[in-house]
Nanobody, 126 residues
Framework: QVQLVESGGGLVQAGGSLRLSCAASGRTFSSYGMGWFRQAPGKEREFVAAIPSSWGGDNLVYADSVKGRYTISRDNAKNTVYLQMNSLKPEDTARYYC?????????????????WGQGTQVTVSS
């Protein structure tokens, strides 16, 4: 069982930056693929970014809408995955969730993730 706790959300002006963190419990964090998803009010949850496990290669995956602005990374020593978000836009406003995939692939597909955090709210004002 893995527990995930997100932090770092908040209110920021358009063009600003935030860094989200997701702290994971457990001793096998490095074996999990990790992903970030977001859900805006009235919309379906959507994929944002993913990073494979430590032995899954270095194939970082991003949604087209955030490519070039967001960066996903992980620190296995701290059991933490990060999402650096730059050049934020009002349309980035959403609740952001991290998720863990025990097979380590780091997928775009939400159904491949086994564990989810409670989310952290990001609000971008215009």
């Amino acid at each position: 069982q893995v527990q995930l706790v997100e932090s770092g959300g908040g209110l920021v002006q358009a063009g600003g930056s935030l860094r989200l963190s997701c702290a994971a419990s457990g001793r096998t964090f490095s074996s999990y693929g990790m992903g970030w998803f977001r859900q805006a009010p009235g919309k379906e949850r959507e994929f944002v970014a993913a990073i494979p496990s430590s032995w899954g290669g270095d194939n970082l995956v991003y949604a087209d809408s955030v490519k070039g602005r967001y960066t996903i990374s992980r620190d296995n020593a701290k059991n933490t995955v990060y999402l650096q978000m730059n050049s934020l836009k009002p349309e980035d406003t959403a609740r952001y969730y991290c998720a863990a995939d025990r097979y380590g692939s780091g997928s775009r597909a939400s159904y491949e993730y086994d564990y989810w955090g409670q989310g952290t709210q990001v609000t971008v004002s215009s």
